[in-house]
């Protein structure tokens, strides 16, 4: 999760106001078609591609990426997310600001997108912050936790009372099943805040139909590892829909063009 508290962003050129303007931005990200199932990928990268500064993606943020970020938030259906990020950036209490409310309430959506964690293990304590407010929700609004039969059912029970268990394969989940059981649940806009092993097993299944990366000002050098990740590469082309600088930081957004060559 970019937003982050505990590493403030120190690679900013627009320290806490962003340049760009709410209303361009959602302009620029709204889905054309909210009907039509599609899945976002929203993500942040130095411009040597490291993915993480000190194990976190926080760092390489600044205003105009958590204007961005939030927005992608405000506009979607259901935020997915890895168990890896939940572990390691410390993921809780997950919602839009009081302006997204607002908007989602104006244009017939819940207050707040639904949540999907996504867990092969389900290593996961109900009360992990993740879930904080869950058995307060109306039930078509609580987490989906999305398993595998080879979970613990003694761990799948206990999350019954916060959380839709959603079963999706056998020993890992399967991204296919998975994304066509949140479409069944009536979700179409999913958007997927990684993390890089799980952005990596959605293009081996080339299910990504688009990617958000903000390319952040800065040579980070070290060993981060990448935005994907998986054992084998599987090029998807892609098509640039916009480039759009705020200072030195860059949001570039590509969507899977199917019609090229692979
Ligand atoms: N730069 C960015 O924008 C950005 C964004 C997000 C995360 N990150 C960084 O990425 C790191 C975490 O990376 P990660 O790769 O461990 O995170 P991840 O992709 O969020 O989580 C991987 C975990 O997801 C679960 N999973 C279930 N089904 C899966 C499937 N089909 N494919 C892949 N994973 C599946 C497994 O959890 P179980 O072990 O519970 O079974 C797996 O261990 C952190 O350092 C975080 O800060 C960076």
Known sequence: ??????????????????????????AAYAPADRAAPHLRLGFIASIDGAATR????????????????????MLCDV???????????GYGGVRVDEESVAWRVENGLSPQPRLALVTSRLDFDPRHPFFEGAAERPEALRPIVVT????????????????DVVVCGETGVDPALMVASLHA????????????S???????????DELCLTVSPVLD???SGRISAGSAA????????????????????YERDRGAPQ
């Open 1 to 26: 999760m970019r937003p982050d508290e505990k590493n403030p962003p120190d690679v900013m050129t627009s320290k806490d106001v962003p340049l760009l303007h709410r209303a361009d931005v959602i």
């Open 54 to 73: 000190e194990g976190v993606s926080g760092g390489l943020g600044n205003a105009d990426d958590r204007l961005v970020f939030e927005t992608l938030r």
């Open 79 to 89: 935020i997915l997310v890895g168990a890896g990020t939940v572990r390691a950036e």
């Open 148 to 163: 595998t039969s080879a979970s613990d059912p003694a761990m799948r029970a206990a999350f019954a009372d916060v959380a």
């Open 185 to 196: 649940a009536g979700l179409t806009q999913l958007h997927c805040e990684g993390g890089p």
């Open 198 to 208: 799980l952005f990596g097993s959605l293009i081996a299944a080339d299910l990504v």
């Open 221 to 223: 050098g070290g060993d």
């Open 234 to 253: 599987t090029p998807r082309p892609m098509r640039l829909l916009h480039a759009t600088p705020a200072g030195s930081m860059l949001f570039l957004r």
